[in-house]
């Protein structure tokens, strides 16, 4: 049956598992070999293009990666066109867009599965990378507890509906106007430490992301008193994990002595994007 992943939400638990596990076969199967993957990239990308085509490379097949300059996603061509012309080529087809609704429409006439690697909604990929990665540091997930402090953005969102499928306890902070929606979520406060207090995992992202530079001094000053700083990391559990999907900025979200200090678990993080990514192409073409 043919299978999308839009947001991390379109796999169940046991799914959801099933991919963490494919994620560290240290032989995967060359299930892409003599195929290619579309990877449509309508946003800038470092971590997303390094770790999907090295992904594809280590599962037998060839990444093409495709600027939206190249494609024109509903300029030059419409997303449905584009869904059906790359299915023709691709055993699989990847996007990182700004509407979340491009996707869906692509999805909606591919006829091979999409994979969404970021979209204004959504951020499925990477949350795959920051299971994973809380998986290998802490052991089991059910139970453990994961604090997220900033903006509730996709990336916060997505992160919520991970943590309910892993049965982690979800705690959210952010400054009054940016809460993300309250569904799945145990603790949701505008205090960091209330929601940091115990916890295994703190986790934070940058406070104005890409198509919001306009608005990063107004941000600034709203988000005073949410830097994860290690005054902040000293309320969490012993051994407690500091998590960022990156890029960073020092000094805003977080200080320079949690994010390059013994707490950070952000470079296994990054690199757990290619093996995260590497085990759901696996899941997606077992279907």
């Not at 093409?64 to 066109?81: C, F, K, P, Y």
């Not at 499928?165 to 960091?192: F, K, Q, W």
């Amino acid at each position: 049956m043919l299978r999308h992943l839009l947001d991390i939400d379109d796999l169940s638990a046991e799914e959801l598992a099933d991919v963490l596990d494919r994620a560290e076969v240290a032989s995967p199967p060359q299930v892409l070999a003599g195929r290619g993957v579309a990877l449509l990239f309508e946003k800038p990308s470092n971590r997303t293009r390094l770790s999907m085509e090295l992904a594809v490379v280590q599962l037998g097949g060839h990444p093409v990666s495709l600027r939206n300059e190249e494609v024109g996603i509903d300029t030059r061509e419409t997303a449905e066109d584009l869904g059906r012309v790359f299915s023709e080529f691709c055993a699989l087809i990847g996007g990182r867009v700004f509407e979340h609704a491009k996707l869906v429409r692509m999805a909606a006439a591919a006829t091979v599965p999409v994979v969404n690697l970021l979209s204004d909604d959504a951020h499925p990929v990477q949350i795959l990378a920051d299971l994973l990665t809380m998986r290998q540091r802490l052991g089991s997930l059910v139970g453990r507890s994961l604090a997220y402090v900033g903006d509730g953005n996709n990336v916060c969102r997505s992160l919520m509906l991970g943590a309910a499928r892993a049965g982690v306890e979800m705690r959210v902070a952010t400054p009054a106007g940016y809460e993300p929606p309250a569904d799945g979520v145990s603790l949701l406060t505008n205090n960091p430490a209330e929601a940091v207090a115990g916890a295994d995992a703190v986790y934070t992202d940058v406070w104005a992301s890409m198509g919001q530079e306009a608005d990063a001094a107004r941000r600034r000053a709203d988000f005073a008193g949410f830097t994860v700083d290690d005054d902040l990391m000293a309320g969490t559990a012993p051994g407690a994990l500091f998590l960022h999907c990156l890029p960073a900025h020092r000094g805003e979200e977080v200080a320079a002595s949690v994010i390059d200090g013994p707490q950070s678990a952000v470079w296994q993080q990054a690199a757990n994007r290619m093996h995260a990514q590497r085990g759901l192409v696996l899941w997606l073409l077992s279907q």
